[in-house]
Nanobody
Framework: QVQLVESGGGLVQAGGSLRLSCAAS????????MGWFRQAPGKEREFVAA????????YYADSVKGRFTISRDNAKNTVYLQMNSLKPEDTAVYYC?????????????????WGQGTQVTVSS
């Protein structure tokens, strides 16, 4: 079992930055690929970014590429999402998720564990 707790959300003006953190319980954090997803009101949950077990590989949605950076610190059992140049359309609840298995890049329904989410609101 892995428990995930997100933090760092809040209200920011367009063009600003936020850093989300996701702290994981357990001693096997490095065996999980991690992802960030978001869900805006009335919309489906969508992929934002993913990172492999060691952090050596990352992948981003086109909508955030060049603005967001995913990273992880396996010694601290934490994954981060640095969000720069935020836009009003980035407003959503952001979730981190953990995935076991041999593939580090996967669809939303292939992740095994989810956090409770943290709200990010970007004002224009």
């Amino acid at each position: 079992q892995v428990q995930l707790v997100e933090s760092g959300g809040g209200l920011v003006q367009a063009g600003g930055s936020l850093r989300l953190s996701c702290a994981a319980s357990g001693r096997t954090f490095s065996s999980y690929a991690m992802g960030w997803f978001r869900q805006a009101p009335g919309k489906e949950r969508e992929f934002v970014a993913a990172i492999s077990w060691s952090g050596g590989s990352t992948y981003y949605a086109d909508s955030v590429k060049g603005r967001f950076t995913i990273s992880r610190d396996n010694a601290k059992n934490t994954v981060y999402l640095q969000m720069n140049s935020l836009k009003p359309e980035d407003t959503a609840v952001y979730y981190c998720a953990a995935k076991s298995g041999s593939s580090w890049l996967a669809a939303v329904d292939e992740y095994d564990y989810w956090g409770q989410g943290t709200q990010v609101t970007v004002s224009s």
